[in-house]
């Protein structure tokens, strides 16, 4: 019986520094689960598992959870409430988002548009902005208070494979030891080079891969509250289109903190091959703008950072589940347009799952774990991510549509609401003309219906 | 060999292996041949370097990489061969 196995399982004591763990040459110790990657999907998963009784260890390379992740960020408060209740009171949080705005650049001008409400700011928040030492620390040691052993400084070399099943993993050194397990989770992250280098997904693309920089700029609390015209504690995303990532489809953004701000653009690493600039000058370009200095002005950069997001939706997605191994988050490419923790975390939860029935049943066949697979699909994560599917495949295909189009809503604008010596109607001829000069109307037809297409779905 | 635009790696905290190099040319012969030399314009740490001098080989700066894993995708010739840092070691952020 499952809870007989629990208590026989439970009395050892795993060693947690890797100062003292195991001589290579001793027996491999043996766990029901490995988790590698102590991200958002891994440790979900390390939690809910552990929670379930199982045996469970957790392996990270960077010396604490968070170390080597960076850029963004922002969770989605209401999907983490039905994991974890109440979750926002467990860690320091930096604000409270009740102002969420997009901003169509040209080199010089901004079209704007937002939302912003005081509603926002009531539980169960909308979005809260976290920086990710702290959040995937208090995550990590959830997982270790359910049980689960954590390993810092200890990196995965390569999975162990026997007769195309997974039956362990192998640490580099300095441990360099094998570890056995009845099923691996790998979260390993978006440059998942495990499952790659195992042959169970194929080689990486850089079309599908987005390179992101980001910067982290001090500012004082108020001032950062008057510039973006914020309540004390509460915070603003600003979604920054068309000029900052260069005439390449991308994403920019800026993500308000306690004390700081982030800022982040990033573009598929193919564009950067092909633009002949890199990553450091996209956030240049935001740094620069004449909206955006000002709302940076006297700041103090603390990190620059950058970091890769798979950006290839729903098609890109490898297979998940194989013989006693299952890829969770940004490993198994689960990210829909840039948001990625949520969807990280619920893999990890449904991983946990379908590992858990996996062990009742002492079942680890790929039949048994593509549990995990189904829990996927009739969730938001793979229905939001199915949803937006042709979103992703428009933006290969068209790849100057943001830039293009920023800058004719920019320029139409600028005439519109500039003053000009001549009768409204003639006026009103003048721009269409100005802007039909840019892209002629019958591809601007096809491009919406295109568009158009896309949405509707 | 100037420092591109916007890149700030001197405010990261690195903790660099001396023992292992864990990204290295694998094939620098490709180098040679090659026109794109796209791992110069994508690594966001400025981690390779080159001269311009057509003979001379692409340096490697391992130590201040950041570890976002590009220049293996972008690399059109496949000579990048890239693996994480031994545990522990490498880049650290506190900030985000
Ligand atoms: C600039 C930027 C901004 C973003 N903004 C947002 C945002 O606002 N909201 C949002 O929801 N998402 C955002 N994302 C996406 C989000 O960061 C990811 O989707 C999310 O972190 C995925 O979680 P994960 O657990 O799958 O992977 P990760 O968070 O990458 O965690 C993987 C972990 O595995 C460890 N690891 C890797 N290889 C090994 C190994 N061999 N051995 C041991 N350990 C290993 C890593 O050190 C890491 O701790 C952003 C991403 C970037 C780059
Ligand atoms: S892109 Fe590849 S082949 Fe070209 S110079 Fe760089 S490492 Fe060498
Ligand atoms: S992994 Fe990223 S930071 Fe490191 S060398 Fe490659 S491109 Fe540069």
């Known amino acids: 019986m499952i809870s007989d196995w629990f208590k026989t399982k439970k009395p050892r004591k795993l060693p947690r520094s890797p100062a003292s763990g195991p001589a290579p040459a001793a027996a491999p110790e043996k766990f029901d689960a490995i988790v590698v990657g102590a991200g958002p999907a891994g440790s979900t998963a390390a939690y809910f598992m552990a929670r379930d009784g199982l045996d469970v260890l957790l392996l990270e390379r960077g010396p604490f959870p968070g170390a080597k992740n960076c850029g963004g960020a922002a969770v989605i408060a209401e999907q983490i409430h039905d ?5 926002w ?3 320091p949080y930096e604000r ?9 650049l040209n080199e010089d001008s901004a079209v704007t548009a937002g939302f912003t409400s005081g509603r926002l700011a009531a539980a169960p928040y909308n979005r809260l902005t976290v920086k990710r030492k702290n959040f995937y620390a208090w995550l990590a040691a959830k997982a270790v208070a359910a049980g689960a052993a954590l390993r810092l400084g200890h990196r995965v070399a390569s999975v162990i494979l026997d007769d195309g099943r997974t039956v362990g993993v192998r640490l580099a050194p300095p441990q360099s030891a094998a570890v056995l397990a009845d099923i691996v989770v790998l979260a390993d992250g978006a440059n998942s080079l495990l499952a790659e280098q195992a042959g169970l997904i194929p080689r990486l693309s850089p ?3 987005s390179l992101y920089a980001k910067e982290t700029i001090a500012l004082a609390p108020e001032t950062i509250e008057e510039r973006f015209n914020l309540p004390p504690g509460q915070g603003a995303i600003i979604s920054l289109i068309g000029h900052p990532t260069a005439g390449y489809n991308g994403t920019a953004s800026i993500h308000t903190f306690r004390d700081s701000v982030n800022i982040n653009a990033g573009i598929a690493v193919n564009s950067f091959a092909a633009g002949g600039f890199g990553p450091g000058d996209l956030l240049a370009r935001i740094k620069k703008h004449p909206r955006i200095a000002p709302l940076l002005a006297g700041g103090v950069t603390l990190e620059y950072g950058a970091a890769m997001i798979p950006e290839g939706g729903y098609h890109a997605i490898p297979p998940l589940v194989h013989p006693g191994l299952l890829i969770a988050g940004d490993a198994g490419s689960l990210v829909n347009g840039t948001h990625g923790i949520n969807l990280a975390m619920w893999s990890g939860r449904f991983a946990a799952k379908a590992a858990y029935a996996a062990k009742t049943s002492r079942d680890f066949s790929a039949a048994k774990l593509s549990l995990y697979r189904t829990l996927l699909d009739e969730s938001f994560v793979l229905q ?6 042709k979103a992703a495949a428009l933006q290969r ?20 609401v500039r003053a000009y010596p001549m009768p409204i109607k003639a006026k009103r001829r003048f721009v269409w003309r100005k802007v039909t000069s840019l892209q002629p109307v019958g591809k601007i037809l096809a491009d919406a219906w295109r568009v158009l297409k896309v949405v509707k779905g | 060999m100037t420092k591109p635009p916007g890149i700030n790696i ?3 905290e690195f903790r660099p292996d001396d023992a292992w190099q864990h990204v290295v040319i694998a094939a ?3 180098c040679r041949s090659c026109r794109e030399k796209n791992c110069l314009r994508v690594c966001p740490s400025a981690v390779f370097q080159w001269d311009n001098i057509p003979d001379h080989p692409v340096l490697v700066r391992y130590r201040q990489c950041v570890e976002c894993g590009a220049c293996r995708l972008a690399c059109p010739a496949g000579a990048v061969e890239f693996a994480y840092p031994r545990g522990g070691y490498g880049v650290v952020y506190h900030h985000g």
């Not at chain 1, 409270?96 to 169509?104: F, K, Q, R």
């Not at chain 1, 939001?384 to 599917?389: F, Q």
Request: charged letters at 20%; a negative charge.
């Open chain 1, 397 to 416: 295909d068209a790849p100057y549509l943001f830039d293009l189009y920023s800058r004719m809503l920019n320029e139409a604008a600028y005439l519109s």
């Open chain 1, 384 to 389: 939001n991510m199915r949803a937006n599917a």
């Open chain 1, 89 to 91: 009171e467990e860690f």
């Open chain 2, 10 to 12: 001197a405010l990261c």
């Open chain 1, 83 to 87: 994991l974890f209740p109440n979750f």
């Open chain 1, 96 to 104: 409270i988002v009740t102002s969420l705005e997009y901003w169509w």
């Open chain 1, 207 to 209: 079309l599908n891969l």
């Open chain 2, 28 to 30: 620098p012969e490709k």
